[in-house]
């Protein structure tokens, strides 16, 4: 198993949209253009890797403080609820984050539930808890990992947890976004920030998003599909254990505006809205979530007022191109994988995009993927 997933070759420059001079709206980005630029708030991966057979992995978000005793106002929303985000009805019953939230694969979501408890309950936040809510999203990577083996184990979960962090953010095929494809390319792990200004300081929101839905790409409201681009669009061998890409995405949103748990779940209803901008077709078979979570705790009487309803406008303009940009980063950032049933998938070719769309190219930017700013 490896740490990380293999470097692209030198040739072959790993870009973000922004670095392609592909910009999504008039707000600025935060430094590091990722969640982590809301305070705060930390990133972790396990990437887990053994070809063919194993691209898996989970991935978490962590906020500072968050426990039992300490919950963050947070909200959900399901686009097309095919999909197993454990703690989603304590969420959107209380609007109250218990813990952190972890990202994994469909049939290893169950025992990162477990870890996160056990890890929790350790931790001086936790250590007077009767009850806690663990939160964990996941997407289906059958496509290209062996999703049946349950990869993902308690010291990867304690792992991703204890090694999350500020500043960059690696993106791509890491973490929970390993063995994830989107719109017929490789996807994965996708982030971007939005700075807001609203009267006072500026505010921070950020996004997450674990990118494995189904529909046709849209750059830049241009239709892209992997042939457009030179990418092959179907897979030698078997078809044999596959699922169908119809779905689906987790998108996690974090700002420190001060929004109550009902705002919160406005915002993480317009983080679903987004993903219509790159082409997603909300299927059938598709888990579409949105979660979105303040950083400013509850019961804090001395901190600012709630936001008015009638302010939030640019929060919504902001989410909807961070999680615009988010995607574009993920399919980017990814690397090529052939999974264990002969299928494989490319990532968006950025040299072809760029001509298909009639632009030139900036030039390369330095540094390995996760490790860069806008």
């Not at 600025?28 to 396990?46: I, K, S």
């Not at 995009?353 to 030139?360: E, F, I, N, P, S």
Request: proline share 10%; glycine share 14%; hydrophobic share 40%.
């Amino acid at each position: 198993m490896h740490a990380s997933p293999p470097a692209p070759p030198p040739s072959v420059p790993v870009r973000r949209a922004r670095e392609l001079g592909i910009v999504v709206g008039d707000l600025p980005t935060g430094t590091h253009n990722a969640l982590t630029d809301v305070p705060g708030v930390r990133v972790g991966h396990t990437t887990l890797v053994r070809p063919p057979r194993v691209h898996s992995g989970v991935t978490a978000i962590v906020p500072d403080g968050v426990g039992p005793g300490s919950p963050l106002p947070a909200g959900v929303f399901a686009g097309n609820g095919y999909g197993k985000l454990l703690g989603s009805t304590q969420l959107a019953e209380l609007g109250a984050l218990e813990t952190p939230v972890l990202l994994t694969s469909t049939l290893s979501a169950f025992r990162v539930a477990d870890a996160l408890v056990g890890w929790v309950l350790e931790r001086p936040e936790g250590a007077a808890a009767r009850s806690l809510n663990p939160v964990v999203g996941e997407c289906n990577d059958g496509l290209l990992s062996d999703i049946r083996s349950r990869p993902v184990r308690e010291a990867h979960v304690r792992a991703a947890l204890d090694t999350a962090c500020g500043g960059p953010v690696a993106e791509g095929s890491v973490g929970a976004g390993t063995g994830m494809t989107a719109l017929g390319f490789k996807a994965g792990i996708g982030t971007s920030s939005r700075r807001v200004p609203l009267s006072g300081p500026d505010v921070t929101l950020g996004v997450l998003v674990q990118a494995n839905f189904g529909g046709t790409l849209r750059v830049s409201g241009r239709v892209v599909t992997p042939a457009d681009v030179g990418v092959p669009a179907t897979d030698p061998g078997s078809t044999a254990g596959a699922v169908p890409e119809a779905g689906s995405c987790m998108v996690v949103v974090a700002t420190d505006a001060p929004l109550d748990a009902r705002q919160l779940t406005r915002l993480a209803r317009r983080a679903v809205y987004g993903l219509a901008r790159v082409g997603a077709a909300y299927g059938h078979g598709s888990g579409d979530y949105g979660l979105a979570f303040g950083t400013r705790p509850l019961g804090t009487p001395a901190g600012p007022a709630v936001l008015p309803d009638d302010r939030l406008d640019p929060l919504f303009v902001a989410v909807l191109d961070a999680v615009e940009e988010a995607v574009l980063n993920a399919l980017l950032t990814a690397t090529t994988t052939t999974g264990p049933y002969g299928h494989t998938r490319h990532p968006l070719p950025a040299a072809p995009l760029l001509a298909l769309l009639g632009r030139a190219d900036p030039g390369a930017a330095g540094g390995p993927c996760g490790t860069r700013s806008p």
